[in-house]
């Protein structure tokens, strides 16, 4: 019984592409997280939503954006792929803003 | 400066030895410290909780919180090859998302 599940867990895809990364919670949270790992396992929040409503947006090129169909899924689309934007990026959920998160596996997006 | 800093390591300890992980921050916000654990190509995985200074211990692993120092450690007791690991301190002020620490590469020697 996955508790946040991501898809896909590996993504290799070419500059200029467009693409997205799906995320679904089961434990019942209302707040949804994307967050990015760098090469150095730095962990950056970029994206926050609470009930469906966005919260928290980092400063995160426009390319991104996020999309939350309801309070369980997370969605997260890229357009225009760039070298740059290859990283780790997790889901994460939690119960409100003030608890702790938990995370999905992550998926590995490579622009090559 | 960063909020939360941490050293990168890597930690190679031998089995059995207690490992001590810290992390220091500057935003006197930061009310709720957490420790992940995060296995190579793996999510994070949360391993303590606390929001008050002084200890909470779990099992072999216990988090120690210093706010008027603005520290916070994990101590991890005889330590284990399973737990060689990254492991990340986040901070959280309440009202934003977790701000995370660089992470510690542990290695346990068998």
């Known amino acids: 019984d996955t508790a946040v599940s991501q898809t896909p867990k590996y993504l290799v895809t070419q500059m200029g592409n467009d693409k997205s990364i799906k995320c679904e919670q089961n434990?019942?949270?209302?707040?949804m997280y994307w967050y990015k790992q760098d090469s150095k396992k730095f962990l950056k929040i970029m994206f926050s939503?609470?009930?469906?409503?966005?919260?928290i947006n980092e400063t995160v090129p426009n390319r991104f954006s996020p999309k939350s169909p309801d309070k369980a899924h997370l969605n997260l689309h890229i357009n225009s792929l760039e070298l740059g934007d290859s990283a780790v990026y997790f889901c994460?959920?939690?119960?409100?803003?003030?608890?702790?998160?938990?995370f999905g596996q992550g998926t590995r997006l490579t622009v090559v | 400066q960063k909020e939360v800093e941490q050293d990168p390591g890597p930690l190679s300890v031998p089995e059995g030895a207690i490992v001590s992980l810290n992390c220091t921050y500057s935003?006197?916000?930061?009310?709720?410290f957490m420790w992940y654990r995060q296995y190579s190509r793996k999510g994070p995985e949360l391993l303590m909780y606390?929001?008050?200074?002084g200890n909470k211990e779990d099992g072999r692993f216990t988090a120690q919180v210093d706010k008027s120092s603005k520290y916070i450690s994990l101590f991890i007791r005889d330590s284990q090859p399973s737990d060689s690991a990254t492991y990340l301190c986040?901070?959280?002020?309440?009202?934003?998302?977790?701000?995370f620490g660089s992470g510690t590469r542990l290695q346990v020697q068998p």
């Open positions: 986040a901070l959280h002020t309440g009202r934003r998302a977790l701000t």
């Open positions: 434990l019942g949270h209302d707040t």
């Open positions: 994460a959920s939690s119960h409100d803003r003030e608890t702790e998160a938990f």
């Open positions: 935003n006197s916000a930061f009310q709720y």
């Open positions: 939503y609470n009930n469906k409503e966005l919260i």
């Open positions: 606390t929001y008050s200074s």
